[in-house]
């Protein structure tokens, strides 16, 4: 039994030393397992530690690089324009010191303290564009730090993410304000004048080809003006050389002064200057400018303790007419200029004879309307307008006339339509409406209270602001009654902007001023639009008249306008009536009320008050008569052809 037990006690030991075997294998096994893990776990740590410090180094690298540029850059995010990351120039440039600062705030805020990407010199925020078309966009922008303004250079370039997404913008700017500052420096000592800071001649030649190339293209006149001052070499001798700088400088400010921006004013040597004036609307436009120069010049020039008298002489020549190439044209003005000195300096003068002609014509004319304004040449005349229904005169309309003191009577036809290119025309209406006025206040005291006074209206003086102010003015001042007073407007006028002439219409109605299209038919105005107007009577020009009876169709058309106003309730009077045909054809046709030499011509007040003071001047003419009771005497005959005064 010892023995078994001893045997089983020495295979249990055998089996356990086994085991206690199989497992030092084992653990041998996993030790060498484990030291190999752990091997290689330290070799993975070791490159670990290797790729950080790679990266810590390529960071380093590359913040390094970004700081050492000279260009400021900055990375920005694409939805929120969010600064990510920015290099030390741009902190510097935009006024900061610490990254921290900017990090996270929008591009826009920092570089022009504003609430939305910026827009500048017509083209979008760079960084818009970028996303936009996603190609990198170069562009020259303004910013404002908070050091102030800078002219910069700017290169925006998209960064896409592993989706191929814009996520990122690198803006890239480059300070290029002092470079900008010395191109404007060489640009200005090449194409300004150092003394008088006005465009040199070779600024003016390129600027006047542009003038032209704009002038034809739509199709439109431009004008150079070549001045030179009138014995400025006297002054520079006896006053000095500084003085006759101040005297240039002076000239050239004035000179300035009155341009339009748009044209241009250069100095082309030593006392010669030339301007630029595109869009002429007139050929002889320059001439009225070219005339303010001149009486600009008229006033003297403070030169330090004296007072010097200067005046130039200008010569103009006119694109297309005069020259098709800048230099061609430059050469004529200053040929036109020689001609003005010539002729006794002081003056302009223009290249072609022919616009010389026509200019000086209308400039006298329009100096003459002037002097006629202030020295009372004008006056009134009142042409009767006569209702056929009770042979009376119903209504005087003012006509103006010139008594100039040289060139006599002068009809408005001749000074009107110059009068009307000009401010003069508003000074005219106003004039001949306080005078109409005035008169009629006059003959209403004297009993005829129900006599109208038709006054003419310039389109000019109806389109101007204050033009109803300036009727009620009048009015007040006057103290004629409203209803008493006609104004006569042509269709052209009110055709222009309906909808404000139906405002200033129904302003002038409503305080009972009563209102006449005047030469009716003529402006082939929209008759839709007559509906609209508030107006009391229809005038039918006396081109229709002067044919009647026999032409058919004028007597169409004056049956259509006598139609139409009575279809739309307003009164209707025929102009220019001369002869009993046209009188009797007009009645027919129902028109109430005549105007024309056939009842009287314009005449002056007095023999206009004798008509007046008859009893129904012209009952012999009218309805009643017409129609069958006519007492064609001799005695009527003789009156209804009496000759008033033809003026
Ligand atoms: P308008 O307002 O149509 O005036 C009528 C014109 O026809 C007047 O010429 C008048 O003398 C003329 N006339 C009248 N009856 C007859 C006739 O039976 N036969 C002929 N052949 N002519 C006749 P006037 O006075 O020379 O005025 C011409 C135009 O000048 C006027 O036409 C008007 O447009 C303008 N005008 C006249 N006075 C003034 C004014 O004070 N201010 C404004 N802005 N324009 C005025
Ligand atoms: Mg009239
Ligand atoms: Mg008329």
Known sequence: EIREVAEAFNALTSSLRSYHDDLECLVEERTVQLQQVNQRLEEDIFQKQAVEKALRASNAFNTNVINSMHDALAVIESGSFRIVSANR???????????????????????????????????????????????????????????GDRSEEIIASPIQDVSGIISQVIHVSRDVTERKKAENRIRELAYFDALTGLPNRQLLLDRLTQTMKTARRNGKKAAVLFLDLDRFKTINESLGLGAGDALLTHVARRLKECTREADTVARLSADEFAIILGEVDHDDSPAVYSQRILDIFGDPVPLEERQAYISCSIGIALFPRDGEDAETLLKNAD?????????????????????????????????????????????????PQVSLETGEISCLEALIRWQDPEAGLISPADFIPLAEETTLILDIDEWVLRTACLQARQWHLKGLSRLKVAVNISGRQFKQPNFIDMVDRVLAETELPPEMLELELTEGHLMDNISKTIMILTDLKVRGI?????????????????????????????????????????????????????????????????????????????????????????????DIEVQMSQTRPYEHHSLFVQKGQRSKTPDNEARCRQPSPII
């Open 89 to 147: 120039v741009f902190l510097r440039e935009n006024g900061y010191s610490h990254e921290e600062e900017v990090l996270g705030k929008s591009c826009f805020a920092i570089t022009h303290h504003l609430p939305a990407p910026c827009f500048h010199f017509g083209h979008a925020c760079p960084l818009i564009e970028c996303l936009e078309t996603g190609q990198t966009v170069m562009v020259e922008h303004t910013h404002c730090g908070k050091t």
């Open 335 to 383: 040929t036109a200029m020689y001609a003005a000195k010539n002729q006794g300096r002081n003056r302009y003068h223009f290249f072609s004879e022919a616009m010389n002609a026509m200019a000086l014509q209308r400039l006298t004319l329009e100096n003459g309307i002037r002097r006629a304004l202030k020295e009372n040449e004008f006056f009134l005349c009142y042409q």
């Open 514 to 606: 009563q209102l006449a299209i005047d030469d009716f038919g003529t402006g082939y105005s929209s008759l839709s639009y007559l509906k609209n107007f508030p107006i009391d009577r229809v005038k039918i020009d006396q081109s229709f008249v002067r044919s009647l009876p026999s032409d058919a169709s004028d007597k169409a058309i004056v049956e259509a306008i006598i139609a139409l106003a009575r279809s739309l309730g307003m009164e209707v009077i025929a102009e220019g009536v001369e002869t009993q045909e046209q009188l009797t054809f007009l009645l027919e046709m129902g028109c109430r009320e005549m105007q024309g030499y056939f009842f009287g011509r314009p005449g002056r007040i007095e």
